[in-house]
C-alpha cells in the first residue's frame, strides 16, 4: 500500500506543476509571463473542475481564517457523565455493622468475625457475601449494591449499617494509542475524566517536552463507532471548551505521527525543503525562510503558488503570492500554509522541459523514500 501511495503523489506533484507550467501554452518550453493569461487550470487528479488560481492579500487571509471551523461535534459536548455502575472485574470493599448477636454459632461462642471483606464482581454479574448470599451487582451504582445488600442482611442482623465502595476499577477503561509517552489504559472511575486531563497525564511532547513525535492537530477521537478529528493544539490555545469533553468508557484517544505533516517547498528556492510541522499552519514567510528564500538568480518572485490537495472542506485550492517586495513578503506572513501543501517558486526567464522534470523527481522520489521507511518502521 506504501508504494501505491507513494506513486500517486509522485504522479500528482508532477501533474500538479506541469499543469501551471503548460496549461496554455503548447511546446517544450514555457515562460513564466504565460501563466499571467489564465484563471485556473484542470488537475484530474485533483478534482474534475477547473480549479482557480486565487491571489494571496488580506482580504484573502482575512476569509480565510473566518472561514475556519471549530470542528468539534456537538454530541461530544453535549455528554454528560454518568453514575459510575459496577461492572465485571470490579474489586468491591464491603464494610458492615450491626449487632452481631445473631450471625453465628461460632460468634456466640466469642469467635472473632471479620465484618470487612474484598468481592471481586465474577462473570456473571455477582458477588457472594456471608448471610446474604449471591447478590446481582453488575450494572448496579454503588449506593444501589449498599441498599441491596442492607436489604439481604436485614434478615440475619438487626439494623445492620453497610458501606461500600470500589477498591479497584477494572471493568471499563478508555485506550490511549499512538505517539503519546504514555500508551495504554486508563480506568474509569467514579470520578469523570475529561479529554484535556487524559491527553496532559500521557504526555504528547515526549521526555521533558523536547521530542513531540505527535501530531496534536489531528487527534482520533473514537466513540461509539465514530472517529472524529480533532485539532486539540488549536483548541488548547484558543479555547477553554475541550476542558468540558468528559470521556466514557470504551472511547479511544489517537496520537498520530507528525513525521508526515509536511510542507514542501520545491521550485527556485535557495534550499528546496520539507518542513515538519508541529502545528496546524505555519505562515509562507517562515517556510521560505527555512528554504533560504528565493534563488536569487533564477527565481522570480512573483510567480509563488501553492498547491493545496484538499482544504477544510476536502476541495484543491490553488494560490499565488508575489514577494518580490517587502509588502509582499508582510502579506506572505499573515498567509498560513496547512500540512500536505505544496510550495512551488516559479523560474525567471525560460526554462526547459529536462529542467523541470530534474526538478521535480529527485524531491518526489525523496517523499517515496520516505514514506517507505515511515510504513517499514511502523
Not at 533564477?298 to 476541495?315: A, H, N
Amino acid at each position: 500500500m506504501g508504494k501505491k501511495y507513494s506513486r500517486s503523489f509522485k504522479t500528482l506533484v508532477i501533474t500538479v506543476l506541469i499543469s501551471f507550467l503548460v496549461s496554455c501554452s503548447i511546446g517544450t518550453s514555457f515562460r513564466a509571463s504565460d501563466i499571467k493569461s489564465f484563471k485556473g487550470t484542470i488537475i484530474p487528479e485533483l478534482s474534475d473542475k477547473p480549479i482557480l488560481i486565487e491571489k494571496v492579500s488580506m482580504d484573502l487571509i482575512k476569509n480565510e481564517k473566518n472561514r475556519i471551523p471549530l470542528n468539534l461535534p456537538l454530541n461530544l459536548l453535549n455528554y454528560s457523565p454518568e453514575s459510575y455502575k459496577v461492572g465485571l472485574g470490579d474489586v468491591l470493599f464491603i464494610y458492615v455493622y450491626g449487632e452481631t448477636e445473631r450471625l453465628s454459632a461460632a460468634l456466640a461462642r466469642g469467635a472473632a468475625i471479620n465484618p470487612i471483606f474484598e468481592k471481586i464482581v465474577r462473570d456473571d454479574g455477582t458477588i457472594f457475601y456471608p448471610n446474604a448470599g449471591i447478590l446481582e451487582v453488575a450494572g448496579k451504582t454503588v449506593e444501589e449494591v449498599r441498599l441491596l445488600l442492607t436489604e439481604s442482611l436485614s434478615g440475619v442482623l438487626n439494623n445492620p449499617q453497610v458501606d461500600v465502595s470500589i477498591a479497584e476499577f477494572k471493568s471499563k477503561k478508555i485506550i490511549v494509542s499512538g505517539s503519546f509517552a504514555n500508551v495504554g489504559s486508563v480506568p474509569v472511575t467514579t470520578v469523570p475524566v475529561t479529554l484535556t486531563e487524559v491527553i496532559a497525564n500521557a504526555n504528547p511532547f515526549g521526555e521533558n517536552g523536547q521530542k513531540p513525535l505527535g501530531d496534536l492537530t489531528s487527534v482520533k477521537f473514537s466513540r461509539d463507532g465514530f472517529t472524529y478529528n480533532i485539532d486539540y493544539e488549536y483548541l488548547s490555545r484558543n479555547s477553554q471548551i475541550q476542558n468540558y469533553i468528559y470521556l466514557k468508557a470504551g472511547d479511544v484517544i489517537h496520537l498520530p505521527d507528525n513525521s508526515l505533516s509536511q510542507v514542501h517547498v520545491i521550485g527556485e528556492a535557495t534550499n528546496p525543503i520539507s518542513i515538519n510541522i508541529s502545528r496546524k499552519n505555519i505562515p509562507l514567510s517562515v517556510a521560505l525562510a527555512k528554504a533560504k528564500g528565493l534563488n536569487q538568480a533564477t527565481s522570480k518572485g512573483k510567480e509563488v503558488y501553492i498547491l493545496r490537495p484538499k482544504d477544510f472542506q476536502g476541495k484543491p485550492r490553488i494560490f499565488k503570492s508575489d514577494i518580490s517586495s517587502p509588502t509582499g513578503y508582510l502579506v506572505a506572513g499573515e498567509f498560513n500554509l496547512q500540512a500536505e501543501d505544496i510550495v512551488f517558486i516559479g523560474t525567471a526567464g525560460v526554462t526547459s522541459w529536462s529542467r523541470f522534470i530534474n526538478q521535480v523527481l529527485p524531491f518526489t522520489d525523496f517523499i517515496n523514500s520516505a514514506e517507505e521507511t515511515d510504513l517499514i518502521t511502523n
